[in-house]
């Protein structure tokens, strides 16, 4: 008996969770396709049986009557994710290998103690550094700029990829590092040479998670732009006013969590034929 009911309420929880995940995007999902009638007269979810479907919300996010275009925003969260990115795991895999590779202390810190420091960046509340980030750009001169929300994305990604990536590191053998010293290689072309190459799958997921904490970020752009810059949360936001039209605020949403649902659905992709082994621990 025992070993009939756990197979049905393993099932049973995972077929509630997977409604309880899912719900949220069938419900934006199916309200994009209304129009100001069908949302007001009351729960519908059927296209065609309950309510005649519209492509209303749709126009109006690029740039119908009523709505908002998402075309620059979208390309502005799309620079400034990439670049702070790319430039968090340059830089975060350099710190992360020399953190893996090499003993440094000064006094009681040491190399834990710096990995630490990493990690608590994040859990600082942005709200204590959004005032010092602000007047930082505004020195720079590049409040309201490309530029300048990089910088402060960089600043919040670069503890996610020395964190992942120092774990990734501490488990690639160190005899790598000697034979690639023994064929003549310093530290640098050990590792961009011999140890990049074996770290793929832990770069991939830590492009991932900088990606996905990089296009969600709104309280920055929120705060460090104005004109100049509109990254794709911000214009989502925008559309949220006394009245809100939730056709095409379903619409936006829809639409900016698209990007992050094809990158998981690749890395997903990735992992079920073993090309990320080892790099989830």
Do not use: H
């Not at 099932?11 to 934006?28: D, E, K, Q, R, S």
């Not at 059927?46 to 979208?74: C, H, K, M, S």
């Not at 104005?226 to 936001?237: G, N, R």
């Not at 605020?249 to 090309?275: D, M, Y």
């Amino acid at each position: 008996m025992r070993s009939r009911l756990y197979p049905m309420f393993k099932y049973t929880v995972i077929a509630l969770w997977a409604c309880f995940v899912a719900g949220p995007f069938f419900w934006a999902m199916t309200t994009s396709f209304k129009n100001a009638n069908a949302v007001q007269g009351g729960p519908t979810y059927l296209p065609w049986a309950q309510y005649e479907p519209t492509l209303t919300g749709w126009r109006n996010i690029f740039g119908g009557a009523g709505g908002v275009d998402v075309i620059d925003p979208f390309i502005d969260s799309a620079i400034v994710t990439v670049a702070a990115s790319a430039i968090s795991l340059a830089l975060g895999s350099l710190a992360a290998y020399a953190l893996s590779r090499y003993r440094f202390r000064l006094g009681f810190i040491k190399n834990s103690d710096i990995v630490f420091f990493f990690v608590s960046q994040r859990i600082m509340p942005p709200v204590v550094l959004v005032i010092p980030f602000f007047y930082l750009l505004q020195w720079g001169g590049l409040l309201d700029s490309i530029a300048g929300l990089v910088i402060v994305t960089v600043a919040l990604l670069l503890p996610i990829a020395v964190w992942v990536m120092v774990d990734f590191f501490n488990g690639i053998p160190r005899e790598i590092d000697e034979m690639a010293m023994l064929d003549g290689c310093g530290p640098f072309q050990t590792f961009v040479r011999a140890i990049l190459p074996n770290s793929l799958p832990g770069l991939t997921v830590a492009a991932m998670f900088c990606a996905v904490f990089g296009w969600n970020d709104f309280f920055f752009a929120f705060r460090l732009t104005f004109t100049e810059v509109q990254t794709l949360p911000q214009a989502v936001v925008a559309l949220n006013s006394s009245i809100p039209p939730w056709w095409t605020l379903s619409a936006a949403a829809l639409f900016g969590v698209a990007p992050l649902i094809l990158l998981a659905l690749w890395v997903e992709r990735l992992l079920s034929k073993g090309n990320l082994s080892g790099a989830v621990r």
